[in-house]
């Protein structure tokens, strides 16, 4: 039997984050049914809220505040955003990624400290993208050498780091302008 105790919420659950109060968990769920979130309260251990959502991943970030959900827009090459207040999700904005000749995939999400920029990989186009959440433009993207899984934001706020599935390698970037630093096998 698993130890600790279960919630069963939607199928494929592929990420969780935690909201910056701690109160909830939200899990986007992305198998064979329509995608959703589930809003998880972590006191009672009970699911507070389901959304069934158009399309998502496994990029899920909250802002620092906690009054922002973003989620990876997958294949519709975007980023979606969503207001949250006590464990509810509603949509509110889209983000469009810039068009790329073939196939893309919006994957990882981090969000900057500052809660000012988000950074977006995308799988099939291979690419990091930051989005300044004011005035939700894309100010920067750069190619990456290989398929990226996420990206991480340093607790410095300082660097961004890619991983990177098709390269065996993790990258870092600068933030505010996404200069290529360094790379590290794995």
């Known amino acids: 039997a698993p130890a600790g105790r279960q919630l069963r919420v939607g199928t494929l659950p592929?990420?969780?984050?935690?909201?910056?109060?701690?109160?909830?968990?939200?899990?986007?769920?992305?198998?064979?049914?329509?995608p959703s979130f589930s809003v998880v309260d972590i006191a009672s251990w009970t699911i507070k809220?389901?959304?069934?959502?158009e399309m998502a991943w496994l990029g899920l970030a909250f802002s620092p505040d906690g009054t922002k959900l973003y989620s990876s827009g997958a294949g519709?090459?975007?980023?979606?955003?969503?207001?949250?207040a006590d464990g509810t999700i509603a949509r509110a904005r889209t983000f469009?990624?810039?068009?790329?000749?073939?196939?893309?995939?919006?994957?990882?999400?981090a969000i900057s400290r500052d809660g000012r920029t988000l950074f977006v990989?995308?799988?099939?186009?291979?690419?990091?993208?930051?989005?300044?959440?004011?005035?939700?433009?894309?100010?920067?993207?750069?190619?990456l050498k290989a398929e990226p899984y996420t990206a991480v934001?340093?607790?410095?706020?300082?660097?961004?780091?890619?991983?990177?599935?098709?390269?065996?390698?993790?990258?870092?970037?600068?933030?505010?302008?996404?200069?290529?630093?360094?790379?590290?096998a794995t």
């Open 49 to 53: 809220s389901t959304t069934t959502i």
């Open 96 to 109: 469009a990624l810039p068009p790329v000749a073939d196939e893309s995939f919006a994957g990882g999400l």
């Open 153 to 184: 934001v340093s607790p410095d706020g300082r660097s961004v780091f890619v991983s990177l599935w098709g390269g065996a390698v993790v990258q870092q970037f600068t933030a505010d302008s996404l200069t290529l630093v360094t790379e590290m």
């Open 76 to 84: 519709q090459n975007n980023v979606q955003e969503y207001t949250f």
């Open 121 to 143: 990989t995308r799988l099939f186009a291979m690419t990091l993208s930051a989005i300044d959440l004011g005035s939700g433009a894309v100010t920067a993207t750069v190619p």
């Open 14 to 34: 592929l990420n969780i984050v935690l909201s910056p109060d701690g109160r909830y968990a939200v899990i986007t769920n992305n198998g064979v049914n329509r």
